[in-house]
Nanobody
C-alpha cells in the first residue's frame, strides 16, 4: 500500500490550501484515513480523520484547533482523500502526513510541508 501526499506550499495567513492523498488501492479498503502534522520540536498530532463507518460519507473527527477551518473529504472513485484548509494561521505551519489504517496495519505517506507566513 502506498499513499502519495501532495498540495503543500507557502501561503499567507488567512489563505487556503488543499492537500491530496492518493492511495494505491481503493480508499474503501481502509478503516480510516486521515491527516497528521508535525511542527518543528513538537510531536506528531492528528489533524483530521474520516472513517468508513457510519453514513456512506464516513464519520469525521477533527482536532479542536482546526474545527471550522479544515474539512476532510474522501473521493472513493479517485482513491483520494483531501484536506481543505481555510483561514490558515502561522501555527498551522508543519509537515503534514497522510495516514491510512487497515485493521492493525498503519500506513503513512511522505510528508508535505505547509508554511503559513507573510
Amino acid at each position: 500500500v502506498q499513499l502519495q501526499a501532495s498540495g503543500g506550499g507557502l501561503v499567507q495567513p488567512g489563505g487556503s490550501l488543499r492537500l491530496s492523498c492518493a492511495a494505491s488501492e481503493s480508499t474503501r479498503n481502509f478503516n480510516s484515513m486521515g491527516w497528521y502534522r508535525q511542527a518543528p520540536g513538537k510531536q506528531r498530532e492528528l489533524v483530521a480523520a474520516v472513517t468508513s463507518a457510519g453514513t456512506s460519507d464516513g464519520l469525521r473527527n477533527y482536532a479542536d484547533s482546526v474545527k471550522g477551518r479544515f474539512t476532510i473529504s474522501r473521493d472513493n472513485a479517485k482513491n483520494t482523500v483531501y484536506l481543505q484548509m481555510n483561514s490558515l494561521k502561522p501555527e498551522d505551519t508543519a509537515v503534514y502526513y497522510c495516514n491510512g489504517m487497515q485493521g492493525w496495519r498503519n500506513y503513512w505517506g511522505q510528508g508535505t510541508l505547509v508554511t503559513v507566513s507573510s
